[in-house]
Nanobody, 129 residues
Framework: QVQLVESGGGLVQAGDSLRLSCAASGRTFSSYSVGWFRQAPGKERDFVAAMDWSGGSTTYADSVKGRFTISRDNSKNTVYLQMNSLKPEDTAVYYC??????????????????????WGQGTQVTVSS
C-alpha cells in the first residue's frame, strides 16, 4: 500500500515560483509511475505532469509545459513539482498520484486520473494577479 502526502502549497503572486512535494510511504514506491493533477473549484481534475518509475521519462500538459518540472528522488520516496512563472489560472488544489499499472512510458494513459491507484489529499495553490 502506498500513501501520499503533498506539501508546499500556498498563496503567491503571478510570476512567482513554488515547489510542491509529495512524500510517499511504501517500499515499492520506486516502481510506480507518478503524476500531478489539479482541480479548480467547479471544474474537473486536470492532468499536469507525469513521470515514469525511473525518472527518465516525463510528460506535461500543454498549459504548463516550459514552466513546470516534475522530478522524483526514489531514495527519499518523494516526488516534486517545481512551478515557475505562475499565473492566476494555475490556482487549484494540486494532487499527486501513483500508478502501478502504467509501465510503458510515455503513454496517453499517464494523463488519465483513473489510471492511478493512490492519491494524496491535495495542497492548495493560489496565485493572485
Amino acid at each position: 500500500q502506498v500513501q501520499l502526502v503533498e506539501s508546499g502549497g500556498g498563496l503567491v503572486q503571478a510570476g512567482d515560483s513554488l515547489r510542491l512535494s509529495c512524500a510517499a510511504s511504501g517500499r515499492t514506491f520506486s516502481s510506480y509511475s507518478v503524476g500531478w493533477f489539479r482541480q479548480a473549484p467547479g471544474k474537473e481534475r486536470d492532468f499536469v505532469a507525469a513521470m515514469d518509475w525511473s525518472g527518465g521519462s516525463t510528460t506535461y500538459a500543454d498549459s504548463v509545459k516550459g514552466r513546470f518540472t516534475i522530478s522524483r528522488d526514489n531514495s527519499k520516496n518523494t516526488v516534486y513539482l517545481q512551478m515557475n512563472s505562475l499565473k492566476p489560472e494555475d490556482t487549484a488544489v494540486y494532487y499527486c498520484a501513483a500508478s502501478s499499472s502504467i509501465v510503458v512510458f510515455p503513454t496517453p494513459r499517464s494523463s488519465a486520473p483513473d489510471q492511478y491507484d493512490h492519491w494524496g489529499q491535495g495542497t492548495q495553490v493560489t496565485v493572485s494577479s
